[in-house]
């Protein structure tokens, strides 16, 4: 295990990420909401780069059994990553793929020393 | 259970239903089920009568057309002959060709009446669809909830998205769906290649001057069309207790489907919301197919390999009797017997079938 310090924590806006190469692997740091993410630059539907994509919202649905009506709402905005080839959403706090549930990208620990963002490998 | 005094053959030893029987109910006689004004317009179709229209299904005298004009034609043919314990009977109405849709709806009264007195009380082991007419859903809710007091009533039978306007995954035929549910009742599909493919699919059935090509487009466009409206609309997301089969197109175009809604869902999730789960787990959960007509490769093993993909867990038999392109129980079941234990020959002969349609049997 080792740890690299990809760039210092003031060069990283809220709601913004870097995509930084270590050990030949395309790595993407995420900032939202306080909170450090990092993840292999690797769309696990075809192998496109979706730490590139757009940061978006998304819809969810909700059907009520009761009254029979589906609602549609814009919920997460900012909170979802989507792949730039194809559309795959992803969970930026947590990897996980929305379409397909076992599916997550691969995550990296991010800690914060001295004001530089590290990332373990 | 085996109905008894069966004829002895290959499947005498087993439980059988047959998921997809048909009936052709003479317009006149319908015609003693209704009232006025629409008696007289069915004894006296003038547009759009609801029979048979278009393509020579006989090819002159070259098939001969069978027909089960009555209870006991089922029971000599069906159960006799091919062996069948349960024929699953339906009206075959085309109801969503029907312009005027109070005539529509006072039809689908008129064929689930003429069904159950002429058939299904006069042997108890026959089991039947109710016909549903989708342009009034409110008035088909009420028509659910009174046929589905009859015991040998265990579905309704929807014409599939082709004359039927919108597809039938719209919200617009929720109480229908609703209907099904809380009566414990479930749905099966089934397609036609005559009128309604003809509204709906007017450039294919006018660039072909033959019946053939008609006839093997029809049913699986009329089936991918019908599944997709379902999953994109979270039909069996929001109806979770109910089966949906699929009459009348095969099975080969199933695993298609299973692997390219996953592949389009995983691309535009947001545009299908309601569903929680990959498309092909909403297919292998809640949809079920009937076996005709069998495919017939070259290779006989690749339709193991096509069943394998699908799962023998949701086939069933169907013969499509009387029409000109049904097929003999054997056609399946000599695929089933040679590649197959028992145990799931027994599931794709009527396990199956209790499960999708709940039987008491």
């Not at chain 1, 757009?54 to 814009?74: D, F, H, I, K």
């Not at chain 2, 909830?145 to 082709?162: A, F, H, M, P, W």
């Not at chain 2, 997709?228 to 609309?233: A, G, I, K, P």
Request: hydrophobic share 35%.
């Amino acid at each position: 295990m080792t740890t690299y310090t990809v760039l210092d924590e003031s060069e990283l806006e809220d709601g913004d990420r870097i995509v930084t190469e270590i050990k030949g692997r395309e790595i993407a740091v995420f900032k939202l909401d306080g909170e450090y993410y990092a993840y292999l630059n690797w769309c696990a539907h075809q192998g496109g780069p979706c730490s590139e994509g757009n940061v978006t919202g998304t819809y969810e649905a909700y059907y009520n059994e009761e009254t029979g009506e589906t609602s549609l709402e814009w919920e997460r905005e900012n909170e979802i990553l989507n792949c730039p080839w194809h559309g795959w959403e992803y969970d930026i706090t947590s990897g996980l793929c929305l379409s397909r549930k076992t599916v997550r990208l691969p995550s990296y620990p991010v800690s914060v020393v001295d004001g530089g963002i590290q990332i373990t490998l | 259970m085996a109905v008894q005094n069966k004829r002895q053959g290959p499947l005498s030893a087993h439980t059988v239903v047959d998921t997809d029987l048909h009936l052709r109910i003479p317009l006149d006689d319908l015609a003693k089920y209704m009232d006025e004004p629409h008696r007289s317009i069915v004894e006296n179709p003038t547009f759009t009568p609801v029979d048979r229209t278009g393509w020579n299904r006989y090819m002159g005298k070259k098939i001969t057309k069978n027909e089960l004009p009555d209870a006991d034609a089922v029971q000599e043919h069906v159960c006799g002959e091919f062996q069948v314990d349960y024929p699953l009977i339906n009206a075959f109405p085309v109801l969503a060709s029907v312009p005027e849709d109070d005539r529509a709806v006072h039809m689908m009264r008129a064929y689930n009446d003429y069904m159950l007195d002429n058939y299904l009380d006069k042997y108890d082991h026959f089991l039947g669809l109710a016909s549903i007419a989708t342009q009034k859903p409110d008035e088909a809710a009420e028509e659910i909830d009174r046929i589905s007091t009859e015991k040998q009533i265990v579905g309704v039978y929807l014409l599939t998205s082709t004359g039927t306007h919108p597809p039938l995954g719209d919200p617009k035929y929720d109480p229908i769906y609703k209907a099904v549910q809380d009566n414990n009742l479930h749905v099966a599909f089934h397609g036609s290649a005559g009128a309604p493919f003809a509204k709906d699919f007017p450039l294919q059935n006018s660039h072909f001057n033959r019946f053939l090509p008609t006839h093997i487009l029809s049913h699986p466009w009329e089936m991918m069309l019908t599944m997709t409206s379902l999953l994109v609309e979270g039909v069996p997301v929001k109806f979770q207790d109910i089966n949906f089969t699929f009459l009348e197109a095969g099975i080969s175009w199933v695993p298609y489907m299973m692997f390219r809604w996953n592949k389009d869902y995983s691309m535009r999730r947001t545009e299908a919301p309601l569903l929680e789960k990959s498309p092909e787990e909403y297919i292998r959960d809640q949809f079920y197919f009937a076996s005709q007509p069998v495919g017939e490769p070259n290779d006989p093993e690749d339709l193991k390999r096509i069943i394998d993909i699908m799962g023998t867990n949701r086939l069933m038999l169907a013969t499509d009797y009387p029409h000109w392109d049904f097929d003999h129980p054997d056609a399946l079941d000599k695929h089933i017997r040679q590649f197959y234990d028992e145990e799931e020959r027994a599931k794709i002969l009527s396990g199956n079938a209790i499960e999708a349609f709940d039987l008491d049997i």
